[in-house]
């Protein structure tokens, strides 16, 4: 019920109603996108934006930055592992 | 898939699965450490990946009450039928729900007997048809926490911006604190640390689970929905056991901000307001859990625009999911688990949807066995 999945937002159609097309996993759909914009970002901002969809709407911006770190601090316990003969 | 498959690399789960072993070794021997996690989504992936498999016998996970489409009462399946049993109702659904038992079958049920009832991927496909078809009344059954409330109240606030007067929602929206509160407080309870649901926190922030770490001195880790997440959400929990911490984390930080999301938070304060009680399958009535329409947006409210039944129908008696919720016991204790209750007919909540325990259990672990 909750699921949600990553999409990338690859055109707005119409501004004043929040609708913007997304690519999930290789198919378009309009989605709403009303919760990732605010003064700071506008619609036409939100091309390229990686986003988690939920019900057709985008809820969150994805962060790419604490993505990236999550996955080093994972990779680099393995590493420490390695190192440590674990 | 970006920032799904890089969270399911088997090499990474490796090596989590060394810390959390090493970390529980740490914590020394004590009777098993249970941890539940909330949210449905985790059960399911916990199950789909054979997470459990890889972690140490002493840690114990428990599938919390996170699945909305399970503990939807009887009661308010039969209300939702009543509807939908109206000539001039299409009423819309998610798929999910579709086979929830009500005292007279289900909407899969209703709608093989002729009721018009459509499944839908989001509310704003039934405001869309209720658009196509002015002559009908176009119902919306809505279901779920905090993640979706959000999309119903704004397809709502959409309904009034555009005066469209043949859409309503029967509002079954349910939030997640009062429920975890109502575990805490439950005097069989042995869960000493929360997996946290990740998507209701991008809408409602991590501050509200506060109370779990500084009331009840319980840690809680939002976390994501890959198998990477859940494993390094059970880490970090077990962590802040082996220190003697109880603190609120976000593991799920790519998605999840410390405030939430203020868009989604405004749409639901302007729609809803807390009901005294609603009442849950397998869990009984838990006060302020569920959420109805506000007075100013009454006629978008499916439950004044129809008169509904609202019988109160008690769980089957031999159904043990109450104590499987907490963790009392494991999904295949239940008298009746995998003989009078399966996933095709399900009797109690837990094994309605696969992202039930008892569904998930009977699914993989008996696939496993």
């Known amino acids: ?86 | 898939m970006k920032y799904v498959d890089e969270f399911r690399d088997r090499d990474k789960a490796g090596a989590l699965r060394r810390e959390i072993a090493a970390v529980t070794a740490s914590i020394g021997p004590v009777r098993p450490i249970q941890i539940m996690e909330v949210c449905g989504g985790h059960t399911h992936a916990i199950f789909r990946y054979g997470l459990e498999a890889m972690l140490p016998d002493m840690v114990e996970l428990v599938h919390g009450p996170g699945c909305p489409v399970c503990v939807l009462p009887t009661g308010r399946v039969d209300d939702c039928i009543a509807i939908a049993e109206r000539p001039e109702v299409i009423l819309t659904t998610f798929g999910d729900a579709m086979r929830v038992p009500g005292s007279r079958g289900s909407l899969l049920q209703a709608k093989a007997n002729g009721a018009d009832i459509r499944m839908v991927y989001s509310p704003t496909d039934a405001l869309a048809l209720a658009r196509q078809h002015p002559d009908r009344e176009v119902v919306f059954f809505g279901l779920g926490f905090e993640t979706t409330m959000p999309s119903t109240a704004l397809t709502v606030l959409e309904a009034e911006r555009d005066g469209i007067g043949n859409f309503s929602v029967f509002c079954n929206h349910i939030t997640i604190v009062p429920t975890i509160k109502a575990i805490l407080e439950s005097p069989d309870l042995r869960i000493d640390g929360f997996v946290g649901p990740g998507h209701v926190s991008m809408v409602i922030g991590t501050a509200p689970y506060q109370f779990i770490a500084r009331q009840y001195r319980k840690p809680l880790v939002v976390s994501g929905f890959e198998p990477l997440d859940v494993l390094q959400s059970v880490w970090m929990v077990l962590r802040q056991i082996a220190e003697g911490r109880a603190e609120i984390e976000n593991q799920y930080a790519r998605v999840v901000a410390s405030g939430g999301n203020a868009a989604a938070q405004r749409a639901i304060g302007r729609v809803y307001e807390p009901r005294e009680f609603f009442e849950w399958r397998g869990l009984g009535s838990i006060d302020y859990s569920g959420v109805r329409f506000r007075d100013a947006y009454s006629r978008f409210d499916a439950e004044r625009r129809f008169a509904v039944p609202g019988v109160r129908i008690a769980d089957p008696q031999a159904c043990q999911c109450g104590e499987v919720l907490k963790g009392a016991l494991k999904p295949h204790q239940c008298r009746v688990f995998g003989t009078a209750c399966t996933p095709e007919t399900p009797m109690g909540a837990l094994m309605v949807s696969s992202e039930g325990a008892c569904a998930a259990y009977y699914r993989y672990a008996a696939k496993a066995a």
């Open chain 1, 1 to 86: 019920m909750c699921l949600g999945i990553p999409a990338q937002i690859v055109r707005i159609d119409d501004a004043e109603r929040m609708l913007a097309t997304a690519e999930v996993g290789g198919v378009r759909r309009q989605v709403n996108i009303i919760c990732i914009v605010d003064d700071e970002h506008p619609p036409e901002a939100c091309v390229g934006d990686w986003v988690l969809l939920h019900v057709g709407f985008a809820m969150s911006r994805i962060d790419a930055a604490e993505a990236a770190e999550t996955l080093r601090l994972l990779a680099e316990l393995g590493e420490l592992q390695e190192a440590g003969g674990a």
